[in-house]
C-alpha cells in the first residue's frame, strides 16, 4: 500500500469515534452492512455495499479524504479522494 498524501493532514491521534454504529442508517431504519471510520472527525458511517452509503456521504459532504474499516478484526484505510488503500 503506498501513503497518500491526504495521510500527513490526519490529527496524529485516530480521533475518538462518535458512535459505534451508522446513526444516519438508525435514523432511517436501515441496518449499515459494514461500518467505517473517518479519521478526520470519528463519524461512524456505512459502507458503499449499504444501502445509503453514509461513510461516502460523509466524505462528499465533508472533504475529509481519508477512513478506515471500523469492523473487529480489520486494520484497512481507504482515501477517498485517491481511490486506493492507504
Given amino acids: 500500500m503506498s501513503e497518500c498524501p491526504h495521510v500527513p493532514d490526519l490529527p496524529r491521534l485516530e480521533p475518538a469515534p462518535l458512535s459505534d454504529t451508522c ?35 460523509h466524505f462528499e459532504e ?4 481519508v477512513m478506515r ?4 478484526g480489520e486494520s484497512w484505510s481507504w482515501c ?4 486506493h488503500l492507504v
Fill in 23 to 57: 446513526l444516519e442508517c438508525l435514523a432511517v431504519g436501515s441496518h449499515p452492512v459494514q461500518l467505517r471510520l473517518c479519521l478526520t472527525c470519528g463519524h461512524v458511517g456505512c459502507c458503499d455495499s449499504s444501502p445509503y452509503r453514509h461513510a461516502t456521504g
Fill in 80 to 83: 477517498f479522494v485517491d481511490l
Fill in 62 to 65: 465533508t472533504g475529509h479524504p
Fill in 69 to 72: 474499516s471500523f469492523e473487529p
